[in-house]
């Protein structure tokens, strides 16, 4: 029998001092493929911390917005955020990159729906958009449970190891999210087991 043991994650603002600790998740070309159409090769950590210099400085207003969520350990296991906020037009872009030893847990999830609630809750932001490679169906369940909706497509706009796939866009509105917010996270709390509080989430995880 499987037992199940719980794990807290702690949610935070993403440091350019947290850059060395989650370079080795781009050292994984193939896996950061699946996420990152502009990192076709590992690149070094000083090229990393560069790359990442400008989305954590912080503007007044910000035009970034970016978490990291770590474990018990204090080790990094997902980012996600708010970039290119337009405050005029009030919208922003969703990207996330879960660690590839906590997929399948729920984390995503979590991290989408603090994000959205940061846009809508916080910002009021009208939108958020994301983009993801066409095959990357984790992406794509992810986006699902929360309520994004299918806009359309930048056919074969994302090329990897020699082959050029769709770029799906994925859209949702600040009304939509406010209107099914309680419904979803109850929805992701019976099938995840996450408890969502302001600093913390606990994860249940299989061991």
Not at 152 to 178: H, M, Q, Y
Not at 195 to 200: E, H
Request: charged residues 25%; hydrophobic residues 40%; neutral net charge.
């Amino acid at each position: 029998m499987t037992e199940q043991s719980a794990c807290n994650i702690t949610w935070r603002p993403l440091e350019l001092a947290d850059i060395p600790q989650i370079s080795e998740w781009f050292w994984n070309a193939d896996d950061v493929a699946l996420f990152d159409r502009a990192l076709p090769v590992p690149v070094g950590i000083d090229i990393l911390r560069e790359n990442w210099r400008k989305s954590l400085e912080q503007t007044t207003p910000p035009s970034a917005y970016w978490f990291v969520a770590e474990d018990k350990d204090r080790s990094p296991v997902g980012i996600a955020a708010l970039e290119s906020v337009n405050y005029i037009q009030g919208d922003a872009v969703l990207p996330f990159f879960v660690a590839e030893r906590f997929r399948k847990n729920g984390l995503a999830t979590a991290m989408t729906v603090s994000m959205l609630d940061l846009a809508f809750r916080k910002l009021r932001l009208h939108r958020v958009t994301t983009f993801y490679r066409s095959d990357n169906d984790a992406t794509r369940r992810a986006l699902d449970k929360v309520g994004f909706s299918t806009e359309g497509c930048f056919r074969e706009g994302w090329f990897t190891d020699g082959v050029r796939k769709d770029i799906v866009i994925a859209g949702i509105l600040g009304s939509e999210w406010l209107g099914n917010r309680e419904r979803v996270i109850r929805e992701v709390a019976r099938t995840c087991n996450l408890s969502f509080t302001p600093t913390c989430w606990k994860v249940v995880r299989e061991t």
